[in-house]
């Protein structure tokens, strides 16, 4: 990595400027590397996992989900927030029971993304779910999500007709198809599905 | 698609909750499709652009820049906001322009990704750019950017070791494959570069 000094920007002060329920934003002030002085409004996040759940058929576990903020119904991974103080494989294996009722036996990590980096420090991280067995799905109060079992295919002919549109989904499916296709490995360990 | 009113969401009050300089953040009061209320907390964002830019000789131009709320740099393709009442192609050519200096005789529209759908409204539209001409930059106060010349090999090969992980890029990366591999098609129209 080249040497990145003359980009890095210094906190002067930080200010939470709005604590919601769900939201903390942040006001710091900063000092640019050229001297000068500027403002940083983002999003606190606790961090979040997606999962790319796959059947023993090689079908894949889906979610349709009302998207307030958009106004629509997407097409995703399940995926959700860490909990306090929980490991990011315990909540992948939480979301993935409370979400779609499954439990999986062999689980690996294709690594992380951000997506909101001018304004979030939010980051998900990438869990693949394998070796998986049906139980009781548990939702949140409001929150409504149908599963969908889908074929590779068809995802790939969605994401091509635009109907695919979340990106950490995307990034799941980019992530499948380079695994399937040898070219980026995984390392997959085994748990005790009861525990999931 | 299936039917999806037991998935929607209706809004019963709206307030706007924080309005900051860059941030402006809402919540709604909803009545949900089983008859109960719940509370959504969002980010109103205008929208932005992303930009995969092509040489003639193949390689990739991307940017790297710290990322204040993650606290690192990051490898990313160009991108930004939309400016009011501005289209999303002329704030992709605006953009490339600015962070950038290049301009571009041949565009193509990939589609659109949603990056925060849990709890922001914006949309990314993914841009393609080829025929590029090198001009001067103009970048904006407090914005430091590197250029940097990549081949897709490259991005790939950081991708799967986990040094590529920005959202908007991965899904870039993603669509260059596939319009490579001649699975996704894009449509591409000639602009006259001295506009750009």
Redesign the interface.
């Known amino acids: 990595m ?1 040497d ?1 000094r ?4 210094t906190k002067v002060s930080s200010e939470v ?2 604590r ?4 903390e ?1 942040r ?2 002030q ?1 000092a ?3 001297g ?1 002085q ?6 606190i996040h606790p961090g979040a996992v997606v999962i790319v759940p796959i059947l023993d058929d090689g079908r894949l576990v889906l979610e ?7 106004q629509q ?2 097409l ?1 991974f399940p995926a959700g927030k860490l909990d306090p103080g929980e490991s990011r494989l315990t909540a992948a294996r939480r979301e993935l029971a409370e979400e779609t009722g499954y439990r999986a036996r062999e689980w690996a990590c294709a ?13 998900i991280e990438i869990w693949f779910a394998r070796g998986l067995e049906q139980g009781e799905r548990q939702l949140d ?2 929150e ?1 999500i ?1 599963l969908c079992l889908m074929q590779e295919e068809e995802l ?1 002919r969605l ?2 007709a ?1 109907a695919l ?4 989904t ?2 799941g ?2 992530w499948l198809q ?1 695994w399937r296709a040898g ?3 995984l390392d997959w360990q085994t748990l005790d599905a009861a525990q999931g």
């Open positions: 080249s990145e003359h980009l890095i920007e400027v709005y919601g329920h769900f939201l934003v006001k710091d900063i640019l590397p050229d000068g500027a403002g940083r409004e983002y999003i349709r989900q009302y998207r307030y903020p958009l119904v997407l995703e690594g992380i993304l951000h997506n909101a980096a001018a304004y979030s420090d939010e980051f109060h409001g409504l149908d790939d994401a091509s635009g549109t979340d990106a950490k995307l990034i499916l980019l380079k070219r980026w490995p």
